[in-house]
């Protein structure tokens, strides 16, 4: 199995930046790729970055240009950069691990930007 825990998260304001960690635990031998999807208030949870293991990244044309994702493979640990926040990005992110036929998550970090 693959834990995941999430931090960094917390309030900002616009335009302002946060950088959010996942570190992943147990067979993380078997990860093939790693995520961060985020759930607002009423909405469904949304993709919001991937990045596989040959490093192959893809993200929500809402982030393009301003979120990163990136991987520290000697530290399991994958990060989203987060730059010129906006109202609409607070949400609860959630880190996600696909390992094997199996999908593990995070326990979520809130993510909060005033307007």
């Known amino acids: 199995q693959v834990q995941l825990v999430e931090s960094g998260g917390g309030l900002v304001q616009t335009g302002g930046s946060l950088r959010l960690s996942c570190a992943a635990s147990?067979?993380?031998?078997?990860?093939?790729?790693m995520g961060w999807y985020r759930q607002a208030p009423g909405k469904q949870r949304e993709l919001v970055a991937s990045?596989?293991?040959?490093?192959?990244?893809n993200y929500a044309d809402s982030v393009k240009g301003r979120f990163t994702i990136s991987r520290a493979d000697a530290k399991n640990t994958v990060y989203l950069q987060m730059n010129s926040l906006k109202p609409e990005d607070t949400a609860v992110y959630y880190c996600?691990?696909?390992?094997?036929?199996?999908?593990?998550w995070g326990q979520g970090t809130q993510v909060t930007v005033p307007s």
């Open positions: 147990g067979s993380t031998f078997s990860i093939n790729a």
């Open positions: 990045i596989s293991n040959s490093g192959r990244t």
């Open positions: 996600n691990a696909q390992y094997a036929v199996f999908i593990a």
